[in-house]
C-alpha cells in the first residue's frame, strides 16, 4: 500500500523535504513582504541528480514550508545551477512595474548539462519577479556575467550601502573565488580574486555585528563546507583578519571551520532580514542522507542563527537553531539536579523520533558523559575534549565545567549545537525504530546532569 505523501517512514518531519524529486542546494534565500523564500536545486522527475531546475517553497515562519510551482527551468543556455536572490528596493534594473518591489534572482546557467546547451560554457544570469516570487521572466540579455573559466559558478549577491553597488562572491575553479560590482545588476566589472583552502563552490558574503561591540561589524565570507572568513569590505576589497593569513608562499586563506558533522553543505543565509528582525539565517543541505524507497530525495538542515563573537583566539561564529523551532513544541520533560552514575539513566519517551533537546552536563569524575536519543549517542569524551555523533567527532572545551547541549533530532537527522552554539554537528542516519527514548550517561565515574528539557515536537506536514 502506498503510503500518503509526507507521511512516509522516512520523511523528515520538521526538515524541508521537496514533495516529490532530487533537492539540493539552497538556494535565492530571501525575505519579502511576510514570507521566507526557499529556492532549491531540483530534479522534478528523479529522485537522483539531474535535471538541475529552481525548486521553489515559501514560510511565514521558517518552520512550515509550503512548495509552490518551480520557479527557474532548463533552457538553451543550460541547466538552473546555485545563486541567490535579493529584492531591489532601489529598481536599480529597472525591472519594477507594479507596487511590488521587484525580487532578483542571479543564478548560474550551467552549459553541456542538457542536451539543447552542448558545446555551451557556465554563465551567470539574471531573472526577476514582480509578482513577490510567484513567476519569474529571465532577463532578455543574460548571460550579465560571460563565462570566465571552468564551471565558474554559484553567484552570490549583496548590497554595499557604502559604494551603492551590488557585490558578488562567485567561485571560479579549484580553490579560487572572485569578488564583482555592478550598480544594476545588468552589468558586473572584476574587483580582485582569493584562494582560500579546503573551500570549493557556493560563497556566500555578509555583513554582520560583532556581539558585544559596541556598533562594531565585520564581514563574513564562506564556502560550500560552511569553512568561514572574517575581515573587512571597503566596496572593493575584501581583507580577511590576520588570523586567517594568506600563507606568505601560496597567497591562499585558511578558514575556519563552522561544523563537523557527515552531512552539511552548500550553506547560505538570508537576504533582506528587515531591520527590526536583524538575524543572520543560515540553511544547509544535508548532503548524501540516505531515504530508501522515498518519492523524494535529501532534505535541508533547521535553520540556524548566527552570531559573531570576538574571542582570545579571534573572530568566531556560532551556529543555533531558530527560535521559531518553539512553535513545534509539544509534551516537555524537564529534569534537574540528577546525579549519574557509572551507567544509563532514562528520562523521556516518545513514540516518533521526533525531539529538541537542551541539556546541561557535569563531568565531574566521569571519564565520559552524554546523551542517548533515537539509539544514537551524543557522547563527551573528558580527556581529549571532543564531542561525538553519528560517527563524527569535533573539538569541545567546556566551559565552567560543564557542557551545554541542544539536539534537534528528525526521523532521519541529528543537530548538535554546544556551548551556546560554539560547536555543531549535523549528520543524517536511518533509525531503526521511530519509537524512541532520550537517556543521560556518565561512564567510568560519576557525573550530574544539571538540568535537562526534552520536548516532543509537531509535524510541520
Known amino acids: 500500500m502506498q503510503e500518503t505523501l509526507y507521511a512516509e517512514r522516512y520523511r523528515p518531519q520538521f526538515h524541508f523535504t521537496a514533495a516529490r524529486g532530487w533537492l539540493n542546494d539552497p538556494n535565492g534565500l530571501v525575505y519579502y513582504d511576510g514570507e521566507y523564500h526557499l529556492f532549491f536545486q531540483h530534479n522534478p522527475d528523479s529522485v537522483e541528480w539531474g535535471n538541475m531546475t529552481w525548486g521553489h517553497a515559501v514560510s511565514p ?3 512550515h514550508w509550503r512548495q509552490l510551482p518551480n520557479a527557474l527551468l532548463p533552457d538553451e543556455m543550460g541547466t538552473m545551477f546555485s545563486g541567490s536572490a535579493v529584492v531591489d528596493w532601489e529598481n536599480t534594473a529597472g525591472f519594477q512595474t507594479g507596487a511590488h518591489r521587484t525580487l532578483a534572482a542571479l543564478y548560474t546557467a550551467a552549459g553541456n548539462y542538457s542536451p539543447e546547451s552542448q558545446g555551451k560554457p557556465f554563465t551567470q544570469c539574471l531573472a526577476y519577479s514582480n509578482d513577490r516570487g510567484r513567476t519569474w521572466t529571465k532577463y532578455a540579455d543574460n ?4 563565462h570566465i573559466r571552468s564551471e565558474n559558478r ?16 562567485l567561485y571560479l575553479d579549484g580553490r579560487d573565488f572572485a569578488f564583482y560590482a555592478s550598480p544594476d545588476l545588468k552589468t558586473w566589472g572584476h574587483l580582485h580574486d582569493m584562494t582560500v583552502r579546503d573551500c570549493d563552490e557556493c560563497p556566500d558574503f555578509f ?6 561591540g559596541a556598533g562594531e561589524r565585520r ?5 560550500a563546507n ?7 569590505f571597503d566596496g572593493r576589497r575584501f581583507t580577511p583578519e590576520a588570523e586567517h593569513g594568506p600563507d606568505p608562499q601560496t597567497g591562499e586563506y585558511t578558514a ?3 561544523d563537523w558533522g557527515a552531512n552539511f553543505y552548500a550553506v547560505q543565509t538570508y537576504s533582506d532580514i528587515p531591520p527590526t528582525d536583524a538575524r543572520r539565517i543560515q540553511v544547509a543541505w544535508m548532503a548524501r542522507g540516505a531515504y530508501p524507497d522515498m518519492p523524494f530525495n535529501q532534505q535541508m538542515g533547521f535553520p540556524c542563527e548566527l552570531t559573531l563573537h570576538r574571542t582570545p583566539k579571534g573572530f568566531r561564529l556560532r551556529r543555533r537553531p531558530a527560535r521559531e523551532i ?5 509534551a516537555t520533560v524537564t529534569r534537574a539536579d540528577v546525579l549519574l552514575s557509572d551507567g544509563e539513566t532514562a528520562l523521556a519517551e516518545s513514540a516518533d523520533s521526533l525531539w529538541r533537546i537542551a541539556a546541561v552536563l557535569e563531568p565531574r569524575g566521569a571519564r565520559a558523559v552524554g546523551l542517548r536519543v533515537a539509539g544514537q549517542e551524543i557522547g563527551y569524551d573528558v580527556a581529549s575534549q571532543q564531542l561525538t555523533c553519528l560517527g563524527r567527532a569535533a573539538p569541545c572545551e567546556l566551559v565552567d565545567g560543564r557542557l551545554a547541549l541542544e539536539a534537534l533530532v528528525d526521523r532521519t537527522s541529528i543537530e548538535v549545537f554546544a556551548n551556546a552554539g560554539r560547536v555543531s554537528l549535523s549528520s543524517c542516519y536511518l533509525p531503526a525504530d521511530l519509537a524512541s527514548r532520550v537517556a543521560a550517561y556518565a561512564s567510568a565515574g560519576a557525573a550530574r546532569l544539571v538540568s535537562l528539557e526534552a520536548s516532543t515536537l509537531r509535524s510541520i506536514w
Open 207 to 212: 555583513e554582520m555585528p560583532v556581539e558585544g
Open 61 to 63: 515562519d521558517l518552520v
Open 226 to 232: 560552511g569553512r568561514y572568513l572574517v575581515g573587512r
Open 219 to 223: 564581514w563574513v565570507w564562506t564556502a
Open 154 to 169: 554559484d553567484p552570490k549577491v549583496v548590497w554595499h550601502a557604502g559604494t551603492q553597488r551590488w557585490i558578488m562572491a
Open 326 to 330: 518553539a512553535r513545534l513544541r509539544d
Open 143 to 146: 548571460p550579465v556575467l560571460p
Open 256 to 258: 575556519h571551520r563552522s
